[in-house]
């Protein structure tokens, strides 16, 4: 638990400065080393989509959102546990945290013990869920793996959404590691046609760069063999080592 503690990420989301240093002064107690805060819910989207945090702790009452209509928000980009802090005290409150996606609901005023072993809870919870997940069969890039049965793309262990005729280009080009692919094949293979506009395909690599690369500007993985065509280069592959 003690390595898994140390890199977890976690948000915490409040417009009062002093609980926000409070809570990272003791989560640093308890060797949490990774803490982010925001004290509004735009900031708090904009880390949540930065950082992707393992865990959130969301205040109700914040000044430009309402912390359910937020939790709602951050559904969109995130499955992490999400603990609600708040005055809001009444089982009608509790209800509708739990009905626009909260995982906890803890009240003010609080021991922030408590909702320190409430975090380390969610976590073990979260642990014990991914180590008797089974292993889907994929192709691995090591930054990223693409599933195909299941049609999911992960990066970084976190899902995201790919367009069927973008995952099937990935797809494609995932069964050929390491080779040079010319646009008319792309073309003719995922588009199923044997004549197409040159930019459809560049547009849709670009799209695929921005999801799997680290800088999409200069690709790593998806690479460009210029006046030939696309490689997407696996590094573990033995046709890649020299």
Not at 12 to 30: G, N, R, Y
Not at 114 to 139: C, D, M, S, T
Not at 193 to 205: A, N
Request: net charge negative; charged share 30%.
């Amino acid at each position: 638990m003690e390595s898994f503690i140390t890199c977890t990420k976690i948000l915490l989301v409040d417009d009062d400065i002093h609980i926000l240093e409070m809570m990272q002064t003791v989560l640093q107690k308890e060797r949490f080393h990774n803490i982010y805060t925001a004290q509004s819910g735009e900031e708090a989207i904009g880390v949540c989509q930065e950082v992707k945090p393992d865990i959130i702790v969301l205040d109700v009452m914040l000044p430009d959102y309402d912390g359910f209509l937020l939790c709602q928000e951050l559904r969109k980009q995130t499955h992490v546990p999400i603990l609600f802090l708040t005055a809001k005290t009444t089982d009608l409150d509790k209800l509708t945290g739990f009905g626009f996606g909260g995982d906890d609901y803890i009240t003010k005023p609080f021991n922030p013990l408590e909702v320190v072993a409430r975090i380390k809870a969610h976590l073990r919870r979260q642990k014990l869920i991914h180590q008797h997940k089974p292993e889907k069969k994929g192709f691995d890039y090591g930054r990223f793996r693409v599933i195909e049965e299941s049609g999911e793309l992960l990066v970084e262990g976190r899902q995201i959404s790919c367009p069927a005729r973008e995952f099937k280009l990935l797809v494609f080009l995932c069964k050929h590691p390491n080779q040079i692919i010319s646009k008319k094949q792309l073309y003719k293979q995922v588009w199923e046609e044997t004549f197409g506009e040159d930019c459809t395909v560049m547009v849709h690599i670009r799209r695929l760069r921005e999801k799997i690369e680290p800088d999409p500007s200069n690709p790593q993985y998806l690479v460009t063999v210029r006046g030939l065509g696309y490689k997407l280069i696996n590094p573990s592959c033995k046709e890649n080592e020299e």
